[in-house]
């Protein structure tokens, strides 16, 4: 494209393209439409609990599964994360490679933390017999918070890849672009993790 | 969306927006911005919690509805907060996609429940016979 724009005679058929086009911002609104279709994912797994949510087979309900003060660390391990992602941009808005890539670290760990509680819970539920496979209820519990914990794994594993890009090639526009879109995936998260605290464990607690 | 007179403006200050913010649209939230989200977030997290575990209320539906009351107040701190959504960034597109799903994420629940109760409660009752021969 710029090859034409030298010879001169596409120059005026060319409106535009130089000023108007935003490759940035593009990105933005395209991966807010990916989080947007992956947000109808998880509003149809939330309805498929809805309708199974009472479905326990004779086998164990909610309230006597769930352990509420573990959810509730795992919340706050989530919500930890998020407000150090911020930090991490913050850092990056300051030009700071070697503070970004610290709070994007501990913003790692937090997630790992995350995981492996949640894992934690999941071989705890097993353990006792409470299995995907034991109620309607206990799949579509599995299938919704699984989905949500494979969604951090894959963070994870993209936040450690920023991580190694950030030390390799500092923060480059393609770099900040990516953290940008990894901040909403991140902070997406959180939100549906919200949704799964209130609407899973809680209101199942509840009863 | 905006009349075609109202374009040149919305441009300018699309522009303005443009230069103040080093080129990045989604813009970035400050240390105010991130300390005041988190703090909600902790406050609308605990009381829930709180409400559920020590039992607060005898009416369940009164619970239930706080929780989930709570719950999308927090949902939109967080976007706000932390997703640094507003009506302007992208020309307004953000917002349109964000409306759009709602809807549809309204519709797929609202109608997955109205749609399986129906189904339960039309459903011909079993005989303890029908019951003593289930798989």
């Given amino acids: 494209m710029s090859e034409k724009t030298h010879t001169g005679e596409w120059n005026e058929n060319q409106f535009y393209l130089e000023d108007d086009h935003h490759p940035e911002g593009s990105t933005m609104l395209g991966f807010w439409l990916y989080l947007m279709s992956d947000c109808l994912i998880f509003a149809v797994l939330f309805a498929t609990h809805a309708v199974l949510g009472r479905n326990y087979a004779a086998g164990p309900s909610p309230a006597d599964l769930f352990d509420l003060p573990l959810v509730a660390i795992n919340t706050a391990m989530l919500l930890l994360s998020s407000i150090t992602y911020g930090f991490a941009m913050l850092q990056m808005e300051r030009n700071a490679k070697m503070e970004t890539i610290f709070w994007l670290g501990v913003t790692g760990l937090f997630g790992l933390t995350f995981l492996g509680l949640e894992l934690y819970e999941f071989y705890h539920l097993i353990q006792e017999g409470a299995g995907p496979g034991r109620s309607a209820f206990l799949s579509s519990f599995f299938t919704l918070v699984g989905t949500h914990g494979l969604h951090v794994t894959f963070g994870i594993i993209w936040l450690v890849t920023m991580m190694v890009q950030v030390k390799m090639h500092g923060l480059i526009p393609e770099n900040r672009r990516r953290l940008m879109c990894l901040s909403m995936f991140w902070h997406f998260l959180d939100v549906i993790w919200i949704g799964v605290f209130s609407f899973v464990y809680l209101m199942g607690v509840l009863g | ?135």
């Fill in chain 2, 1 to 135: 969306m905006s009349p075609q007179p109202k374009a040149p403006a919305h441009e300018a200050a699309a522009n303005t927006h443009h230069g103040h913010s080093h080129g990045h649209d989604a813009g970035h939230g400050t240390l105010k911005g991130y300390v005041i989200g988190f703090v909600l977030s902790v406050i609308l997290t605990a009381i829930p919690f709180w409400l559920v575990m020590a039992d607060v209320f005898d009416s369940k539906a009164l619970t239930g509805f706080l929780v989930m009351a709570l719950c999308v107040v927090q949902i939109v701190v967080h976007m706000v907060y932390f997703l640094h959504m507003n009506p302007r960034s992208e020309g307004g597109w953000t917002m349109m996609a964000l409306i759009f799903t709602l809807i549809i994420v309204g519709i797929a629940l609202s109608g997955s429940l109205w749609v399986m109760h129906h189904l339960n409660t039309n459903m011909m009752p079993m005989t303890h016979e029908m019951m003593k021969n289930m798989p």
